[in-house]
């Protein structure tokens, strides 16, 4: 890889984290779509038979115990200032017991020097972590790509992003998905931990969460339409024709609680990571409910780091007790008893 191309890349990294933390670049803000969890409500439960103290939000992921059914999703890396926000994230996580993602590694595989943005481990010893790599990018050697990844920061997992609408909007974009299952295939056949597969905000469909089931993924994170736009994030970064054509793909993706259902709805029964405008408590409570295993946020943790750890801290916090309200409020003590409850109803 040549010095102009890492140097695009560590570019492209920076503006990423500039407009996240400055412009409007959540669905609610430009118009765009909705995560659809606002059409579900839960029946109140007068008598719930236990007390707030009991109700425990602890869960067990892909053999690794959460405190809560919560990831910081993958976002950053590569440069100065994403290294400190990842060491706000990860001490974080950390204090809190949850897992977490860092940003796409393809910055740090094209130059060395970069890997330290990454590497969390120092700060976060003992949480489930996740190296993350874009499908697009995994050329000539697929599976020895998505390893130096694993071992460059000592991830428990692997996250393969899906983002081709992101890709063909971007100014520098790289829409490479003919052989993308392919590619997907042969990491999970070589790969020595669990390869999570997600898309970054337009959802994945039914078929393609069946594709990847057979492909033998481990887990997949629908990351639906509703929270951050990247249709928005990629307009700022461009001008004229393409800023339009981005503007026009703003409402684009799957609602997260639609790709959630469709996700819980396959045979193949694999592991749901519900992301996609996660804000509340109650959020996660609803995407539980609807199949979800786990849930995922980015930008709101992507912000609180901005700040601090402890804000990263106070953050989760608060959707803890959200969603602890909320099991309580209908009288289930446990994250699989959100999940078996038949309390969530439809209503718009």
């Known amino acids: 890889m040549t010095d102009d191309s890492a140097s695009a890349t560590e570019r492209r990294k920076s503006e990423h984290l500039r407009i996240c933390l400055e412009e409007p670049v959540e669905s609610v803000d430009i118009g765009g779509p909705t995560t659809g969890l606002e059409r579900y409500s839960f029946q109140n439960n007068s008598l719930p038979g236990l007390d707030l103290r009991d109700v425990d939000i602890s869960t067990d992921f892909l053999g690794r115990r959460l405190s809560m059914p919560l990831m910081i999703a993958g976002m950053t890396g590569g440069t100065a200032q994403a290294a400190e926000l990842n060491r706000n994230l990860a001490l974080a996580a950390q204090k809190l017991g949850i897992a977490m993602g860092v940003g796409s590694q393809r910055a740090a595989l094209e130059d060395e020097s970069l890997a330290w943005t990454f590497r969390v481990r120092e700060f976060a010893p003992d949480i489930p972590l996740a190296a993350n790599l874009g499908v697009d990018q995994l050329t000539g050697d697929p599976a020895g790509m998505c390893m130096r990844a694993v071992e460059m920061i000592g991830a428990d997992f692997l996250c393969?992003?899906?983002?081709?609408?992101?890709?063909?909007?971007?100014?520098?974009?790289?829409p490479l998905f003919r052989d993308a299952l392919d590619r997907i295939r042969e990491v999970c056949r070589i790969c020595r931990v669990p390869v999570i597969v997600k898309e970054v905000g337009f959802g994945l469909s039914a078929d393609v969460v069946a594709g990847l089931a057979q492909a033998g993924v481990a887990a997949v994170d629908v990351a639906g339409a509703g929270g951050t736009?990247?249709?928005?994030?990629?307009?700022?970064?461009?001008?004229?024709?393409?800023?339009?054509?981005?503007?026009l793909f703003r409402s684009w993706?799957?609602?997260?609680?639609?790709?959630?259902?469709?996700?819980?709805?396959?045979?193949w029964n694999v592991p749901i990571i519900g992301s996609g405008g996660i804000r509340t408590g109650l959020d996660i409570a609803k995407a539980l409910a609807l199949g979800a295993d786990i849930t995922a946020a980015a930008l709101p943790f992507l912000r609180a780091a901005s700040e601090s750890s402890e804000a990263v801290e106070r953050w989760c916090r608060a959707r803890s007790e959200e969603l602890r309200t909320a099991m309580f409020a209908i009288g289930a003590g446990s994250i699989p008893a959100l999940k078996t409850a038949s309390c969530l109803h439809r209503v718009v």
């Open 253 to 267: 993706g799957i609602p997260t609680a639609d790709a959630i259902v469709h996700a819980s709805s396959q045979v």
């Open 229 to 247: 736009s990247w249709a928005a994030v990629e307009g700022y970064r461009s001008e004229g024709a393409a800023k339009e054509r981005a503007h």
């Open 160 to 174: 393969l992003h899906l983002n081709p609408l992101q890709e063909a909007l971007q100014p520098d974009g790289d």
